[in-house]
């Protein structure tokens, strides 16, 4: 097996790995009938950061990477449907989704009516996705410094962190062999999150630790 072929399938597997975790919450979801202690933004951003990956793989006609937003997207939605329909106060979680439907209706309009097709359309939107992406890596720092100052592991989840460890990773090399940097820059700071994390585990983590759901990238 060549290893552009070897990198797309372990970029399926670990990706989808990774958005796998959210089950964890949606089974929550469902067995409590309750949406508390259960955060709406980070399926709602993941979303749209599958959908804006999926657009790009259309355009640059990758299929490892449409295949793999098309389910991460699918699976955001499901747990966005989910937790809408559980929670008790439905109205600013549905304004919330309707305000992203029309950041994404915008985002679409532009990219597809005021740049030409080509190299031009898709590097602005590779930029864009690449921005997106880094931001929700770099997000949780802050909770990382409160873990510090803590010495309490408790809030973060070890398989994911090993899930977004080899994701990063797998789409890091992916990258390299397309010498994509929109795939490749943002998808390194989800290597060195992780690698802190480990760090955190190590130093800091008890017997055990609750699984949790965070923001996830392509």
Not at 84 to 105: C, D, E, M, N, R
Not at 136 to 159: A, E, G, H, K
Not at 184 to 191: A, E, Y
């Amino acid at each position: 097996m060549e290893l552009l072929s070897l990198l797309s399938w372990a970029c399926i597997v670990f990706t989808v790995g990774m958005f796998s975790t959210g089950l964890s919450d949606l089974k929550k979801i469902w067995e409590t009938k309750s949406t508390d202690n259960i955060q709406f933004l980070p399926f709602l951003t993941t979303c749209l950061n599958n959908l804006g990956w999926l657009y790009y793989g259309m355009l640059k006609r990758d299929q490892t990477i449409v295949l793999v937003n098309v389910i991460g997207a699918s699976l955001q939605i499901l747990y966005i449907i989910v937790f809408i329909h559980y929670t008790k106060q439905k109205k600013p979680f549905l304004s919330q989704t309707l305000f992203a439907g029309g950041v994404l209706a915008g985002g679409w309009f532009y990219f597809s009516t005021f740049l030409p097709e080509g190299e031009t359309r898709l590097n602005q939107l590779g930029l864009t996705c690449s921005a997106i992406t880094v931001s929700m890596y770099l997000s949780p720092l802050t909770d990382l410094v409160n873990i510090v100052r803590s010495r309490n592991v408790q809030c973060l989840s070890f398989p994911l962190t090993v899930a977004t460890f080899f994701t990063s990773t797998s789409w890091v090399f992916y990258g390299q062999q397309l010498n994509d940097y929109y795939i490749m820059v943002p998808n390194t700071p989800g290597i060195l999150t992780s690698i802190i994390r480990f760090y955190l585990f190590w130093k800091f983590a008890p017997s055990s630790s609750s699984p949790g759901y965070k923001s996830m990238a392509m």
